[in-house]
């Protein structure tokens, strides 16, 4: 999807790819501001303890780092967003943008992941995406995990452009 063009990172977005991005990124944004529930598994794995073995100690660092780590969790959604065409179209990322959307498109891979029980890069998406296929071609999994393995896809091909 994304290759590199001089200083820019260039993609050119399908009306359904860019209203799928749409509508996952709002989702995380949701997520970060009204749904904000530090309870939630998704919400933990965004915002992890520093300190693992002390509760206390985690907590009080949060106590002063999480209002603006999600602050700047929301900030890069919404530089996807608003980079992104609605209709789909042509995107050009300079390298701050580009490491912006990497960022977010993290978020939104994490969160999308662990609500599919994807907790680690080990897992063979093409074989979980068969498996629900086989199990139930119209299963909402089977968008879901398609989702998914587009997201990775576009996350590897801008990190490719970065690097070339």
């Known amino acids: 999807m994304f290759v590199r063009a001089g200083r820019v990172c260039v993609a050119r977005f399908g009306p359904g790819e860019a209203a799928v991005l749409n509508e996952v990124m709002l989702e995380v944004i949701t997520l970060l501001s009204e749904g904000f529930d530090r309870t939630d598994p998704v919400i933990e794995r965004l915002f992890p303890d ?13 106590r002063y780092t999480e209002d603006d780590l999600r602050s700047a969790k929301l900030e890069q959604a919404a530089m996807l967003l608003d980079g992104l065409p609605v209709e789909g179209g042509e995107v050009a990322l300079d390298e701050e943008q580009a490491e912006a959307w990497l960022r977010a498109l993290t978020d939104v891979r994490l969160t999308l992941g662990l609500r599919l029980g994807i907790v680690d890069d080990d897992v063979d998406i093409e074989t979980e995406l068969d498996e629900a296929i086989m199990k139930d071609p119209t299963s909402a999994r089977v968008g879901q995990l398609s989702v998914y393995q587009y997201l990775t896809y576009l996350q590897e091909s801008l990190v490719g452009a970065l690097m070339g």
């Open 50 to 62: 520093v300190y693992r073995d002390d509760a206390a100690l985690s907590a009080e660092l949060r």
